[in-house]
T-cell receptor, first 114, second 111 residues
Framework: NAGVTQTPKFQVLKTGQSMTLQCAQD?????MYWYRQDPGMGLRLIYY???????DKGEVPNGYNVSRLNKREFSLRLESAAPSQTSVYFCASLLHRPDDQPQHFGDGTRLSIL | RKEVEQDPGPFNVPEGATVAFNCTYS??????FFWYRQDCRKEPKLLMS???SGNEDGRFTAQLNRASQYISLLIRDSKLSDSATYLC????????????FGAGTQVVVTP
C-alpha cells in the first residue's frame, strides 16, 4: 500500500520555467491538499480539493494552479517559476467523511528555483 | 493572531526526563485534533489523535481542554529518537476543508 506518492522528489528549475508536481493516493480519500514548507516555518496550504471536481485556494495560492484529475490524483502547476517558490512541497490526503481522519502525507518534493 | 499557535522551542530535554507543551487554537468550533511529528524536512507523520477524554499511547499522552482551547502533548521517559518537531493540527467544524497547522514545537533530547 503506497499511500501518498509524490513525483518528482527533487527538481531544479530556472526562473520562468514551468513544471507540474504530481500527487496520487491509493487510499480512496476524498480530500487532497498541497502545502509548502519553508525553513523555520510551518506548513502553509496552497490549494486543496475537498472532493473530486472541486478545488479551493488556501493561504498562499498565488503563482500556482491545481487540477484534481480524478479521485486519486491532484497536481500542482507552477506556470512561471520564481525564486520565492523555492520550497519543500508536500501533498496530503484525508478521509473527511463520516469522521475526520488524520492526513497522510507524501514524501515531499524539494524544489529549487534559480 | 494565528489560528493555531505553538511555542517554537526548542525544548532541550535530558534523556529520560518528561517534557510537555501546548498548542492553542482560536476557533471554538474546532472538532478534531491531532499531533504529528516531523523530522528534519521530512514529511509529517501522525503521532496520535487527541480525544476529548484524553488519551495515551505508550510514553505519549495527549489532552484536550476545550474550555481554554488548547491541546497538550506530554512525553514521558524521553528517548533520543524523540528529537523532532511536533505539529498540532486542528480541523474546524465550519471549515473542514482547511486543516489548521501549528508551526511546530522543536524538542531536542540530549544524552
Amino acid at each position: 500500500n503506497a499511500g501518498v506518492t509524490q513525483t518528482p522528489k527533487f527538481q531544479v528549475l530556472k526562473t520562468g520555467q514551468s513544471m507540474t508536481l504530481q500527487c496520487a493516493q491509493d487510499m480512496n480519500h476524498n480530500s487532497m491538499y498541497w502545502y509548502r514548507q519553508d525553513p523555520g516555518m510551518g506548513l502553509r496550504l496552497i490549494y486543496y480539493s475537498a472532493s473530486e471536481g472541486t478545488t479551493d485556494k488556501g493561504e498562499v495560492p498565488n503563482g500556482y494552479n491545481v487540477s484534481r484529475l480524478n479521485k486519486r490524483e491532484f497536481s500542482l502547476r507552477l506556470e512561471s517559476a520564481a525564486p520565492s517558490q523555492t520550497s519543500v512541497y508536500f501533498c496530503a490526503s484525508l478521509l473527511h467523511r463520516p469522521d475526520d481522519q488524520p492526513q497522510h502525507f507524501g514524501d515531499g518534493t524539494r524544489l529549487s528555483i534559480l | 493572531r494565528k489560528e493555531v499557535e505553538q511555542d517554537p522551542g526548542p525544548f532541550n530535554v535530558p534523556e529520560g526526563a518528561t517534557v510537555a507543551f501546548n498548542c492553542t487554537y482560536s476557533n471554538s468550533a474546532s472538532q478534531s485534533f491531532f499531533w504529528y511529528r516531523q523530522d528534519c524536512r521530512k514529511e509529517p507523520k501522525l503521532l496520535m489523535s487527541v480525544y476529548s477524554s484524553g488519551n495515551e499511547d505508550g510514553r505519549f499522552t495527549a489532552q484536550l481542554n476545550r474550555a481554554s482551547q488548547y491541546i497538550s502533548l506530554l512525553i514521558r521517559d524521553s528517548k533520543l529518537s524523540d528529537s523532532a518537531t511536533y505539529l498540532c493540527v486542528v480541523i474546524p467544524t465550519d471549515s473542514w476543508g482547511k486543516l489548521q497547522f501549528g508551526a511546530g514545537t522543536q524538542v531536542v533530547v540530549t544524552p
